[in-house]
């Protein structure tokens, strides 16, 4: 034992989301890493031990290992879990070891859409209908009131993992509504956004909102999925009132990072109307902590960390605090796996250094095997970052690399057997 202070990190990350070393020093400190096989990749070299487990939202299993860490190098001073799955292990563990940082309550609202909703509407605020859908019966009910078709959803799902839309009666016979708690929603056909950044309980101290270019529930049936910053000033000061107005009523006077969706449409006298979707204390995942980093100049991860350590908020340059018409314009796109993961790479192109295409790309090379892992959009066909003066030009960029990019894998299965 020594007098230097335990901190737990849960992690699940290969890909360097959070730049670990950055956050706090590993030699006056000793940190521990509570990681998968995979997520071994992003933990840094300095790391006082690393204990493997095969998937880090299973409480028990790390609550153990936890305890075990504790017995070898003293009690937690803090514990970290910033990947959105993770993010009720964490606060479950912080209360076991009477450390800093959130608790269950505060993270439950954004982790479990129902009460998430139910907090939005409370306030008076835009969301959609939704009821819990305990059953078959449940969900007949909700359509025949608020009409077909209904998305039905895990209450505590990520990544659009069982998410279906339902169509009619007909279909509903088909759900699995046992294995997990589901909400069952009004279906709206609108555009979807997403607004990421940092509320300090009051108002946005940094934040851009983007427009996805396809769904999130499109990417897992094989279409791919881009995102364009927005840089239309009315569209963005609706947004800041929207989204202020819906993190005040799920965080009031707690800062949070925050990844929230939102519905975006025009209204009858042309004015922009912001609809709730869902939102999550956590950073936005894809590629938007490396665009906060590398085109806005602030380290969204670095935010999340501070306040689940209890520090201070990393001080936000103006240049990240809102956007500007000036500002570059950033955006992401993700290709679908090209077969079941797990699965070796026959064949990727890279997309760099084209007249129109990414500044920055995560392309496998032929031999590399995509994992079947649980942090689901970092682990996929192709990873593609762009910067623009405009969202035109940068959507014009995206769809090209779209167009363009090939990649194709085998089953792992059958090439380990044709090796």
């Not at 912080?94 to 309550?105: A, I, L, T, Y």
């Not at 949070?256 to 009858?268: A, Q, S």
């Not at 290709?335 to 192109?349: D, G, L, N, Q």
């Amino acid at each position: 034992m020594t007098d230097r202070p335990h901190i737990v990190v849960i992690n699940r990350w290969r890909e360097r989301y959070a730049e670990f070393t950055s956050y706090i020093d590993h030699t006056e400190n000793r940190v521990s890493y509570v990681t998968t096989e995979v997520g071994t990749g992003s933990v840094p070299v300095e790391a006082h031990e690393v204990v493997l487990v095969p998937a880090t939202d299973d409480l028990e299993r790390v609550r153990a290992e936890v305890r075990a860490l504790a017995a070898r190098y003293g009690a937690p001073a803090a514990i970290v879990a910033l990947k959105e799955d993770d993010l009720l292990v964490g606060a479950a563990l912080r209360e076991e070891w009477d450390v800093p940082g959130p608790r269950q309550p505060s993270q439950i609202v954004f982790r479990d859409k129902y009460v998430m909703c139910r907090a939005v509407a409370d306030a008076g605020l835009d969301v959609p209908e939704f009821a819990a859908a305990t059953d078959t019966a449940a969900v007949l009910a909700f359509g025949a009131a608020a009409g077909w078709p209904v998305i039905v959803k895990p209450r505590t799902g990520s990544s659009s993992a069982g998410v279906v839309r339902v169509d009619g009666p007909e279909q509903v016979a088909g759900l699995d509504l046992d294995s997990e708690p589901m909400l069952v929603q009004a279906f709206v056909d609108a555009p979807i956004s997403h607004v990421d950044g940092v509320f300090d309980g009051e108002r946005l101290l940094a934040w851009r909102a983007s427009r996805y270019l396809n769904t999130c529930l499109g990417f897992r049936g094989g279409t791919f999925l881009g995102s364009v910053e927005i840089d239309d000033p009315e569209v963005n000061a609706a947004i800041d009132r929207a989204a202020t107005a819906y993190l005040g009523a799920l965080s009031p006077g707690r800062a949070t990072v925050f990844h929230l969706e939102l519905f975006i449409d025009r209204g009858p006298d042309g004015r922009t109307v912001c609809r709730f979707l869902e939102c999550g204390a956590r950073v936005g995942g894809a590629e938007i902590p490396f665009l906060w980093r590398e085109v806005h100049g602030y380290d969204l991860m670095h935010a999340a960390w501070q306040l689940q350590v209890d520090r201070p908020l990393p001080p936000v340059p103006r240049a990240a605090a809102a956007p500007h018409a000036t500002d570059e314009v950033a955006g992401w796109m993700l290709v679908p796996a090209p077969a079941e993961r797990p699965c070796r790479i026959t064949e990727s192109t890279s997309m760099t250094g084209r007249a129109q295409g990414p500044y920055a790309e995560v392309v496998l090379h032929p031999g590399e095997v995509l994992p079947d892992a649980d942090a689901y959009y970092e682990h996929v066909g192709g990873r593609f970052r762009f910067r623009a003066a405009d969202g035109a030009a940068t959507e014009a960029a995206i769809t090209a690399t779209a167009t363009d990019f090939r990649v194709r894998a085998e089953p792992l299965a059958l090439s380990t057997t044709n090796a």
